[in-house]
């Protein structure tokens, strides 16, 4: 593991694990199968031995960002996957078995909420909790519980669960641990560090960072003992157990689910990645100064931020985070407003479904991704009709206030 900064790491990445011809960046590879010279060579390669036989399982250029994605978490390994949700998935369903219970967090992404709905159909029983609060999570555990999953900045509400005393109390309870640390990336908090075992990325999200290449990442921080976990399939007990649990991950949601990365998608978020730390500094700091401004504007009944002072868990976030807070605000509009005109009127801000990218992003949170939860389960979640989910970009932070300021007017 390099000893340089996250930023140097990250850029000298390709180049420190070797590339062809002297290329700073891994080449792009698009060839669908490997040839060998021996069958012994070909054979190994099938039976576990480091390679690449088809690139259903991944290729020479995937392999570099996993390279580049396990540094970044400070991790064992890393495979990717065709999509955040993929590598989700690929999680769930490769290490669950009818019966097994999940403890989740309640605030969650409304995808990744159904994908827990798909669970339960599979009989695999889920317990939704308050994970700001470890007695919480505490309380549901059950003699057939093997999970416990939360994200590390909720998508949209911004609650911050109690990562640390989460990973404490797993690991004394030998759970296994699985933290989405997508919206925080590991420039703010790295999973292991709050003693995640496996930390799952949306690459397509701030990583990435361009929208234009979708990806997701599923790293393996070295912590979880898997020669403890019964659900590890036999021809995956062998060798290190180290790697059981990202072996079968691999094998069963890359071969056998074909959720890939392609190798197109996987260079432009590597070469996304290096500017991952610029890039998350000033979005960090326009989200702040953002909703300092809209706290502030009386057309505006609430901004939730971890940044702000009265949020929940601002003293939390501060120690967490590195003293930065994202750059995802939750933002409900005074009653007297008309949602749809005031989308209607911004011009900066983007009226998009997306979170992480350059360009700020605004989404009535109600009428779409939370739609099909119904109006109770979103008053549980505490989102609003007229509530706003905003993912602040790079762009110059006056024009930003600016835009909200004349949409209200």
Not at 277 to 282: A, D, E
Request: with cysteine.
């Amino acid at each position: 593991m390099s000893t340089n900064g996250f930023s140097t790491t990250t850029l000298h990445s390709d180049r420190r694990l070797g590339t062809e011809c002297g290329a700073v960046h891994k080449p792009i590879h698009p060839s669908a199968q490997y040839a060998f010279e021996k069958a012994e060579d070909l054979i190994a390669v099938f039976q576990g031995r480091p390679g690449f036989s088809y690139a259903r399982q991944g290729t020479p250029t995937t392999a570099a960002l996993e390279a580049q994605i396990t540094q970044m978490e400070n991790g064992l390994n890393t495979v990717t996957f065709a999509t955040g949700m993929a590598a989700l998935a690929a999680v769930f369903l490769t290490l669950l078995r009818k019966g097994d219970h999940v403890i989740s967090s309640q605030y969650i992404f409304g995808n990744t909420n159904s994908l827990l709905g798909t669970l339960q159909n599979f009989g695999v029983e889920v317990t939704l909790v308050d994970a700001t609060d470890v007695t919480a999570v505490q309380a549901a555990r059950r003699p057939e519980t093997r999970m416990v999953f939360v994200e590390s900045l909720a998508n949209p509400g911004t609650h911050v669960a109690d990562l640390k005393g989460i990973g404490d109390w797993c690991a004394a309870e030998g759970l296994l641990y699985v933290l989405d640390n997508t919206l925080t990336t590991p420039w703010l908090c790295t999973g292991k560090s709050v003693g995640a075992s496996l930390v799952v990325n949306s690459l397509s999200k701030h990583i990435g960072g361009h929208a234009n290449a979708l990806g997701g990442a599923v790293t393996d921080t070295g912590l979880f003992d898997w020669s403890s976990y019964p659900n590890i399939a036999e021809p995956y007990r062998s060798g290190n157990s180290a790697g059981w649990g990202l072996t079968q991950i691999k094998k069963k949601g890359l071969r056998d689910m074909g959720a890939t990365l392609s190798s197109d998608a996987a260079h432009r978020i590597a070469a996304g990645a290096e500017t991952l730390p610029l890039r998350m500094g000033k979005a960090c700091a326009n989200a702040l100064a953002l909703a300092q401004a809209l706290a502030a504007h009386p057309r505006v009944a609430r901004v939730t931020y971890p940044g702000l002072p009265d949020h929940p868990q601002h003293a939390r976030a501060t120690s967490l985070f590195k003293g930065r807070y994202g750059a995802l605000l939750a933002v409900q509009l005074h009653d007297s407003v008309d949602l749809l005109a005031f989308l209607n009127r911004l011009r900066v801000v983007v009226l998009a479904t997306h979170l992480g990218d350059n360009r700020s992003l605004v989404l009535p949170v109600a009428h779409t991704i939370y739609y099909e939860m119904g109006p109770a389960l979103r008053k549980q979640m505490g989102i609003a009709d007229n509530q706003l989910r905003l993912s602040v970009g790079i762009e110059d932070i006056d024009d930003l206030i600016d835009d909200f300021n004349q949409a209200l007017a």
